[in-house]
Nanobody, 122 residues
Framework: QVQLVESGGGLVEAGGSLRLSCVVS????????INWYRQSLGKQRELVAT???????NYADSVKGRFTISVDIQKNAAYLQMTGLTPEDTAVYYC????????????????WGQGTQVTVSS
């Protein structure tokens, strides 16, 4: 069973930085996209950053220039480097692997992490 384990969240002051990690419990040979979402209290989950299998990236306007998504397929891990954090970035952050394949002989699956809390104080 494929599981995604996130870490790196915490409490940080405004202007600070955090690096979120999302590690897959088994080897991944390829994927369609890897995404980071976030959900603030009382709000819908929103897409923050995406990287595709060609390493093309896309970001929500609210985080462009401050957040960087990356993937290390050899380590079965994805990352979200966050800088210039503001209180508006406070949320639970989730990683989501789309079309992740654990074997070339198996179809891809979609998997969510359990979420990690990021709190930015003013």
């Amino acid at each position: 069973q494929v599981q995604l384990v996130e870490s790196g969240g915490g409490l940080v002051e405004a202007g600070g930085s955090l690096r979120l990690s999302c590690v897959v419990s088994t080897d991944i040979v390829t994927f369609k996209t890897i995404n980071w979402y976030r959900q603030s209290l009382g709000k819908q989950r929103e897409l923050v950053a995406t990287v595709d299998d060609r390493r093309n990236t896309n970001y929500a306007d609210s985080v462009k220039g401050r957040f960087t998504i990356s993937v290390d397929i050899q380590k079965n891990a994805a990352y979200l480097q966050m800088t210039g954090l503001t209180p508006e970035d406070t949320a639970v952050y989730y990683c989501y692997f789309e079309g992740a394949r654990t074997s070339w002989r198996r179809p891809g699956g979609d998997y969510w992490g359990q979420g990690t809390q990021v709190t930015v104080s003013s």
